[in-house]
T-cell receptor
Framework: GDSVTQTEGPVTVSESESLIINCTYS????????LFWYVRYPGEGLQLLLK?????QKGSSRGFEATYNKETTSFHLQKASVQESDSAVYYC???????????FGAGTKLTIKP | EAAVTQSPRNKVAVTGGKVTLSCNQT?????MYWYRQDTGHGLRLIHY???????EKGDIPDGYKASRPSQENFSLILELATPSQTSVYFC???????FGPGTRLTVL
């Protein structure tokens, strides 16, 4: 079946430093799945942060970026300068056409030190 | 903005009891989903639905039933709750984007 592997948390980064959360995927029944990053802020529900459905393209939102790399089957999340408000749990995920079923990674808890 | 609400937000149940988790969405999405999330795991799909009257098994359906009586409502039913079903449950609707706030279920 499909699987998503991401940086095991917790991860702690100082404010204004750069961040990368690694994500690699394996999609057994589709060559080019849709890829997503979700975020769950403390006390809130899960939110879609960004998605990319075309290999080679980059998605961005709230200063975060992720590039769909089909050669390395990766979709790493990056931010050049993190803020304390970025503290949250981040999930990498993949979906097939129509996104009826989405496979999630285990989540990475990120804490930003002021 | 699509809204997905869940009730209850917290529930304590006894082993062998029946538990019903409810989900309501107001954006007229056809697809709805129930996931559970446990420490060390991502969200795992339990059941989903393509529309009123439809329910489909997800990746971990054992011990759960689902009911979709209307476009807006999708319920998850634990007929005989067990401690292994202690978890946080999320409902979602639409194309990957809209999740409810979660229900924390503890089965004693």
């Amino acid at each position: 079946g499909d699987s998503v592997t991401q940086t095991e948390g917790p991860v702690t980064v100082s404010e204004s430093e750069s961040l990368i959360i690694n994500c690699t995927y394996s999609a057994t029944s589709i060559a080019y799945p849709n890829l997503f990053w979700y975020v769950r802020y403390p006390g809130e529900g899960l939110q879609l942060l960004l998605k990319v459905i075309t290999a080679g393209q980059k998605g961005s939102s709230r200063g975060f970026e992720a590039t769909y790399n089909k050669e390395t089957t990766s979709f790493h999340l990056q931010k050049a300068s993190v803020q304390e408000s970025d503290s949250a749990v981040y999930y990498c995920a993949l979906g097939h056409y129509g996104n009826e079923k989405i496979t999630f990674g285990a989540g990475t808890k990120l804490t930003i030190k002021p | 903005e699509a809204a997905v609400t869940q009730s209850p937000r917290n529930k304590v149940a006894v082993t062998g009891g029946k538990v019903t988790l409810s989900c309501n969405q107001t954006n007229n999405h056809n697809n709805m989903y129930w996931y559970r999330q446990d420490t060390g795991h991502g969200l795992r799909l339990i059941h989903y639905s393509y529309g009123a009257g439809s329910t489909e098994k997800g990746d971990i359906p054992d011990g759960y039933k689902a009911s979709r009586p209307s476009q807006e409502n999708f319920s998850l039913i634990l007929e005989l709750a067990t401690p292994s079903q202690t978890s946080v449950y999320f409902c979602a609707s639409g194309d990957a984007g809209y999740f409810g706030p979660g229900t924390r279920l503890t089965v004693l």
